[in-house]
């Protein structure tokens, strides 16, 4: 059984202030089928002279602002159903196991009977849900996990990495993934894993009709890759997929994944209960906004909580029901709450950086979609994420206690945000802040992976929830 995370005394004191969550089963659609227009999708800033590439900036559609979730579901209540979707999957070995079930079998329950870590000089405990459980699963990760990936496919929506803008994270994991020689495998019979290695971005920059108003077309290029690897070789129907997965971060990659797909590991940006996010199965993906895919850990860091003046800091576009909303209670009310609009556009947005950097809460609001890369850009800069997105499952979900360094706030409460952050205790700032900083290395991308970055993060994630699942298969 997944345990419920690690609580700490400093923990208790906003266990009342849970999020909320929307969630229902019948919703399909990631946006209305407009045509994009192009804004800055991070820095906040009104668009300038700058540099910006095709990938630096995000498509926004014209979906109805006004729609909010049909139902919630508190960051309780997604506890729980991780708990419960990972304890059904039954110690139950195949009738016909081959080598491959029995060693995730094997995994299952070494994770599950995992030793006791008192001091790991490396994992600080209260940022995992069970760090004893996450140390032994990623041992075992690194000591056995074998992928195969599909050499199928088509340039360029086929293995072709996008390293910079909003959406980098799908072309490093794939960059990364192609070239490592510790996990691939070229013999399927190995596979704990089969990696479908597709980039959204590019699916829908090559394939979407301007002013065609459909994305159908997308949808159907994907159903038919999955029907022809399906036809052509014996993995996918082996598990119905389930032991497939994809890394897609693009706004309409919920979309572009269903049918035949659903049944499959997706890591997504988008990580929308709404859409069809399945807790325990699919996978939280950070959406990272990479300026500079020469060196993505550039300009990390911030100033000591001393030197942050700044209670809380937003500045971004309007776009979507909750930001408009934000705006009208707390720009320009108070002195220490600085919300506003986009900024305007300085070269490497310094001035957006710097807010960030000297602030000690960042709100990271959503717009169109659920995830924002503020969320990711606020651990950067050392500044306590403050979600409010009432249907958004935060990155790693199944590892880390996400609790602990950030503050969840229902959009219906926007109203009473600065009293909210106020009753937070210098005391639990303060370690918040350390939490924070120590939870970074899990959000950086480097040329060469190293231990606990974000490449192997997600692959971890991807393989934890896989030996969760097997049992479904």
Known sequence: MVPLPNRTSLDSETDSRSPVVSVTSAATSVKSNTDPVYKDGNSGSLPGNSNLTSNNVKPVTAKNSKKRPSKVVSISEMNL???????????????RASAVDLEILHAQSEILNAPLIMNDPRLYPPLYRNVSMFRRSYELMENMLKVYIYQDGDRPIFHEPLLDGIYASEGWFMKLMEANKQFVTRDPGKAHLFYIPFSSRLLQQTLYVRNSHRRSNLIEYMKNYVD??????????RTSGADHFVVACHDWAPAETRGRMLSCIRALCNADIEVGFKIGKDVSLPETYIRSSENPVKNIGGDPP??????????????????????KHWENKEPDMKISGPLPHVRGNVNYIQLMKSSKFCICARGHEVNSPRVVEAIFHECIPVIISDNFIPPFFEILNWESFAVFVKEEEIPNLRNILLSISEERYLEMHKRAKKVQEHFLWHAEPVKYDLFHMLLHSIWYNRLFHISRT
């Open 81 to 95: 159903l991780l708990q419960h979707n990972h304890a059904s999957s039954k110690l139950a070995k195949p009738a």
């Open 228 to 237: 022809m690897i399906a036809g052509k070789y014996p993995f996918w129907n």
């Open 306 to 327: 001393s030197k942050r003046p700044i209670l809380a800091f937003f500045a971004g576009g309007l776009h979507g029901y909750v930001r408009p909303i934000l705006l």
